[in-house]
């Protein structure tokens, strides 16, 4: 009997200690609780990071990229702040890539337009030069829409002193200008009306660069867009960076900036000019690029070829570009 009692008070006492412990974990806060498993790719000593190696949905914790760039292939970008988003396109003589990277209040990081550009590089390879496929733009209704638009307007500025030697200071400043307004104004042989409803307002000259390492990633964020030449990898047109607030609705953009590649790449304000040769359209490729700014992704080249926001330029000396097509104004439409 004296025994049967010794267990019994054993067992009271054991389960008494199991029933406080419990009372103590059930009292921390969950962060406490668990313990979020950081992803093996994160623990690398390099500065950047593959997203191609990374899932599309990363919940807090379990990839600390304060201080890396997430890249995908040739483009990356850092880590944007917590409650803003960031998106990267480097629009090539061969094809286009873009990555975004939306970073939430809870800490969560998403992944969009991940590896995209395996169409992209073989669509160029197979194509047999610069022509483009698809329907002619004003029967094409595709397009693709990114998350971000802009309210009421943006303003930018040109940093006009870092311009090649090829171009003037006002042909320059023209095309810049008139890049952006033949989205804003949806400019178009199709007769179809100006649907866009924001605005882009040039403030000036400036001496800022724009936010664009040499490197083609996108190196910083702050309030002000700029356009600006510089140094990029050889065969990069131009990288775009584009930055929104992720907080309060919809994601609104707070910057935009172009780095236009200068040295690798020759350009021209007049592309129709018998004396053309090898050189890109300026105004062109800031009507793509501006595309981006004002919410549009990329459409197939294949499928979609004579859109303004199709994933390749459509050659040297050339200005189809400068119009949108049926599409491009569709998707812009839906957003404004």
Not at 18 to 44: F, I
Not at 89 to 104: D, F, K, P
Not at 200 to 209: H, Q
Request: charged letters at 20%; proline letters at 3%.
């Amino acid at each position: 009997m004296k025994e049967c009692n010794l267990k019994w008070i054993a067992a009271f006492a054991a389960s008494l200690t199991l029933g406080v412990l419990l009372v103590g974990l059930l009292g921390q806060p969950l962060s406490a609780q668990t313990s979020t498993k950081v992803l093996e790719v994160c623990k690398s000593a390099s500065d950047e990071i593959s997203a191609r190696d990374l899932p599309f949905r990363i919940e807090e914790g379990q990839c600390p990229a304060e201080e890396k760039v997430i890249t995908n292939g040739r483009i990356g970008s850092a880590l944007p702040d917590r409650g803003q988003s960031v998106h990267v396109e480097a629009l090539t003589m061969t094809g286009a890539q873009e990555l975004e990277i939306l970073h939430y209040d809870d800490g969560a990081i998403e992944l969009k337009h991940v590896g995209n550009d395996s169409e992209v590089a073989q669509s160029a390879e197979t194509s047999g030069g610069f022509s483009a496929t698809g329907p002619n733009e004003c029967r094409d209704s595709g397009f693709a829409n990114l998350d971000h638009s802009v309210e009421g307007g943006l303003r930018y500025y040109i940093n006009l002193g870092t311009k090649p030697r090829e171009l003037t200071l006002r042909s320059t400043s023209l095309a810049i200008r008139r890049g952006g307004s033949n989205i804003t104004s949806t400019r178009n042989t199709c007769r179809l009306g100006d649907r866009v409803t924001a605005g882009l307002a040039y403030a000036g000259r400036t001496r800022l660069a724009a936010n664009v390492s040499p490197g083609g990633k996108c190196s910083g964020v702050d309030q002000t867009s700029v356009v600006s030449f510089g140094t990029l990898p050889r065969g990069v047109l131009a990288v775009a960076c584009t930055s929104s607030s992720t907080s309060h609705g919809p994601n609104r953009v707070v910057a935009s900036d172009i780095k236009i590649a200068r040295g690798t790449v020759q350009w021209t304000t007049n592309p129709g000019a018998r004396s053309c040769k090898n050189k890109f359209d300026l105004e062109s490729v800031i009507t793509h690029e501006r595309g981006h700014t004002f919410g549009l992704s990329h459409v197939s080249e294949r499928t979609h070829g004579n859109q303004t926001m199709s994933t390749r330029i459509n050659g040297p000396c050339e200005s189809s570009q400068r119009t949108v097509g049926r599409g491009d104004v569709l998707g812009l439409d839906g957003k404004y």
